[in-house]
């Protein structure tokens, strides 16, 4: 159940793939197994985690949009609507809490299209690069802006 000490993680296309997709780039590690590692780092900063992926657009941005009224902070790897997607960007800003960008990998070291972002402008700050550390790095900056 979402509380206003939320955390909340969503995570867009082919993230539910990780462990198998392009483990060069990505690595071994399933998406269960980075939701269990962000647990651990919400419940040691006292908040709750809810953590979701999905591959269709408009259901992030619904879920963004029921983030609005019940989480304290939201980190986002939205994937390869990163590069695409203006409607992700707009619900993005409707939320009045810290939000992290987050990847796996460094967007920037890779193809051209990557390096554009739609998140960034919306978000407090980025984390990228650091593989299944990207998340933990989030959620840990997440509970320090609410602390300032
Ligand atoms: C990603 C980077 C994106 O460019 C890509 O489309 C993904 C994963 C990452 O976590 O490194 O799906 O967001």
């Given at each position: 159940m979402a509380t206003q000490k939320s955390i909340w993680v969503l995570n867009g296309p082919n993230l539910n793939l990780l462990g198998e997709r392009e483990p060069g780039i990505y690595g071994s590690k399933s998406?269960?197994?980075?939701?269990?590692?962000?647990?651990?780092?919400?419940?040691?900063?006292?908040?709750?985690?809810?953590?979701?992926?999905?591959?269709?657009?408009?259901?992030?941005?619904?879920?963004i949009q029921e983030a609005r009224t019940v989480?304290?902070?939201?980190?986002?790897?939205?994937?390869?609507?990163?590069?695409?997607?203006?409607?992700?960007?707009?619900?993005?800003?409707l939320l009045d809490i810290p939000i992290v960008e987050v990847h796996l990998s460094n967007i920037f070291a890779r193809e051209e299209f990557r390096h554009k972002s739609y998140i960034s402008?919306?978000?407090?700050g980025v984390v990228c690069?650091?593989?299944?550390?990207?998340?933990?790095?989030?959620?840990?900056a997440l509970t320090a802006q609410m602390d300032l």
């Open positions: 998406l269960a197994d980075i939701e269990q590692r962000c647990r651990d780092t919400a419940t040691k900063a006292q908040f709750d985690l809810e953590f979701r992926q999905s591959n269709h657009e408009g259901e992030l941005v619904a879920w989480a304290a902070g939201l980190a986002i790897n939205a994937g390869a609507y990163t590069h695409t997607s203006v409607a992700v960007h707009d619900a993005l800003r402008a919306a978000a407090t690069g650091f593989g299944p550390m990207s998340y933990v790095l989030a959620i840990d």
